[in-house]
């Protein structure tokens, strides 16, 4: 019996399982994120429906503040109207859609006189060619888009307000390596209503200046419609009729 006993122990432990390791799992999505970028693409749905004029201060750091005019009317047409952009900050231009397409208003300014005219760029959904973007009207237009597609390259994170801004606001960055991010990383904050009342980007700060007027029905264009070559940024050349006096 007493050499029967080790013998039937040492059987009883090699029968035993062995216990399973843990399973190691990948990090796990930080708590919060998918709700953040849930609320984030709702209130951008709500702005895409959100018809309005109003008025935002553009700071950009390179000079004083400007008053942006934002006008997203009833029938989907919108305008923003741009002041000091064009010819190196002296002519106000102003952006549209409209069903006819997409134009380029020249305003009248300190550095051009003569009466508003618009020039045709392309169709309405075209994009505004580079070297003549002001960029601030994406955020209400297109980036919107962006900001409701799940399938976007971006991470959604909540951001505390700033002094003076009202709504829920967010962080938005990048997870994509592409140099053509679809957006301007940044802070972007809405009311409930979808009214956009501050976006903090590369292409400055744009803050709610007071409450929104109601939308028109339709976008007019600021003049008429001619044949010509839109105002770029830059700054024009020294004339070339100015020439040194020969001696």
Avoid at 148 to 176: F, H, I, N, W
Wanted: net charge negative.
């Amino acid at each position: 019996m007493a050499i029967a006993l080790p013998a039937l122990l040492a059987a009883c432990t090699a029968d035993r399982p062995t216990p399973t390791p843990p399973t190691v799992t990948a990090d796990p999505v930080p708590a919060g994120a998918d709700a953040a970028r849930d609320e984030l693409a709702a209130l951008a749905a709500a702005a895409l429906d959100r018809h309005l004029t109003a008025q935002y201060t553009l700071s950009t750091g390179d000079g004083p503040d400007r008053t942006v005019v934002v006008t997203s009317a009833n029938d989907g047409t919108w305008r923003v109207d741009v002041p000091a952009w064009g010819l190196g900050g002296t002519v106000d231009v102003s952006l549209a859609a409209t069903a006819d397409g997409l134009f380029q208003c020249a305003l009248p300014s300190a550095g051009r006189p003569e009466p508003p005219s618009c020039v045709r760029l392309g169709d309405p959904d075209d994009t505004v060619p580079r070297r003549l973007d002001p960029r601030v009207q994406h955020p209400f237009t297109d980036w919107l888009e962006v900001l409701t597609d799940q399938r976007a390259p971006l991470a959604v994170s909540p951001a505390t307000p700033p002094a003076g801004v009202s709504g829920e606001c967010y962080s938005v960055e990048s997870t994509s390596a592409s140099l053509n991010a679809p957006l301007d990383v940044g802070i972007y904050c809405y009311e409930q209503d979808g009214t956009p009342t501050l976006v903090r980007a590369a292409l400055g700060t744009l803050k709610l200046a007071g409450p929104p007027g109601p939308a028109p029905a339709t976008v007019p264009l600021a003049g008429p419609v001619v044949e010509g070559d839109p105002v770029g940024r830059a700054a024009p050349s020294p004339s070339d009729s100015a020439s040194p006096t020969t001696l």
